[in-house]
């Protein structure tokens, strides 16, 4: 019997990106703040707390609004926090009750100045002091584009929690349908508006929305690929790419890993075309449209590096694991009995930190 663990090839798909990777010089500073804020809310429990510290998420924020002056960085810190609270806490629950959860979130986004009610889901109350915060500083077509894209990102929550329930798998087409809105990248890119009066008729333009979508799905192929060991091993894999390219065409996991990457490819030439094809609305607002669509773009260079420096996903060896590409594929863990403890989906990710340990090529001397 082959002691070796077996491992996943991860491929690079970020090499012809024209975006480079740039820190928020405000990073440090808005991180200490963020994150003791965040603690004060006690929404989690001691070892979910673990976890959610080892995501990173100012991080995450610091790579996507490189440029952002730090109050503006701090709501983009605490939107991310957001965002992960609210996968963790729906992520393990059945559509009812993520339907109720996402129901106390939107009322906390049209209600900020209204104090929750006692003994509500501590994810009213984090929501209402974000936006509360975000709206002193935001300008208003920020705040309509925001409010539009994250409730569509809401709404597709409830249906991934539908097909978890229901153990639906979907088709590609279909899939990727739904997780352009699951991956949230709207809500994100709408960020870069909160110091700009962007017109709803750049923002609806048939060409940005398609450059956004193009945007989505170059996070989502990413997300995909870089979270599905965790995600195969706590039982969370059924709204996953490489999961549904498996089922579909019929391919093992290196197969789905290939073909999200050459799909990623297939779309990241779609989005530099479709720069090309963006009008003009005069100096003032063409101004205002590149700065945003370098900002949707930046996004896609910051989901990649933060998944590699995150230990949300690789453990501590994510920037071996992007030199090599070998990701050792983690056992299944009692995801049900690990999260009814810790409010979190727990992989034990030090058998990946082991087998990373061990020298391994690099991508450029062949690996297999």
């Not at 978890?164 to 990727?176: G, K, L, M, T, V």
């Not at 087998?355 to 690996?367: C, E």
């Amino acid at each position: 019997m082959d002691p070796r663990p077996k491992v996943i090839y991860l491929p690079d798909t970020m090499t012809n990106w024209p975006w480079p990777r740039a820190m928020n010089p405000h990073f440090e500073v808005v991180k200490a703040e963020v994150d003791a804020s965040f603690r004060e809310f006690k929404a989690l429990s001691a070892e979910s707390q673990a976890a959610f510290d080892k995501c990173d998420s100012a991080r995450l924020a610091a790579l996507a609004y490189p440029n952002a002056p730090r109050e503006h960085l701090r709501i983009g810190c605490e939107f991310i926090n957001v965002l992960i609270i609210v996968d963790e806490y729906t992520d393990i629950e059945n559509a009812a009750v993520t339907e109720a959860m996402v129901g106390i979130v939107i009322d906390a986004l049209h209600n900020p100045h209204k104090a929750r009610p006692e003994g509500e889901c501590i994810l009213g109350e984090i929501v209402r002091q974000f936006w509360a915060r975000a709206i002193q500083t935001a300008s208003l077509p920020f705040q309509r584009h925001f409010l539009d894209s994250y409730t569509a990102y809401l709404r597709a929550v409830i249906v991934e929690a539908l097909d978890r329930d229901e153990a639906h798998y979907r088709s590609i087409d279909d899939y990727i349908k739904l997780r352009r809105d699951t991956c949230a990248t709207k809500p994100a890119i709408a960020v870069y508006e909160m110091g700009m009066d962007l017109p709803d008729e750049v923002f609806y333009h048939p060409v940005i929305v398609e450059l956004a979508e193009c945007i989505a799905e170059l996070m989502l192929i990413d997300n995909d690929m870089i979270s599905y060991n965790r995600e195969q091993a706590t039982g969370d894999e059924n709204h996953n790419l490489i999961t549904t390219v498996m089922l579909e065409i019929g391919l093992d996991r290196s197969g789905a890993m290939s073909w999200a990457a050459r799909y990623h490819a297939e779309v990241e030439k779609r989005f530099t075309d479709g720069l090309a094809k963006v009008p003009s609305w005069g100096p003032s607002v063409d101004v205002l449209v590149k700065e945003y669509l370098d900002g949707m773009a930046t996004w896609a260079r910051a989901n990649h590096c933060w998944s590699y420096e995150t230990q949300r996903y690789l453990g501590t060896k994510g920037p071996e694991i992007q030199r090599t590409g070998l990701v050792p594929l983690l056992p299944k863990v009692n995801s049900k009995a690990a999260s009814a403890a810790a409010n979190v989906n727990v992989a034990d990710l030090s058998m990946m930190d082991a087998t990373a340990d061990r020298k391994q090529p690099s991508r450029s001397s062949g690996s297999t």
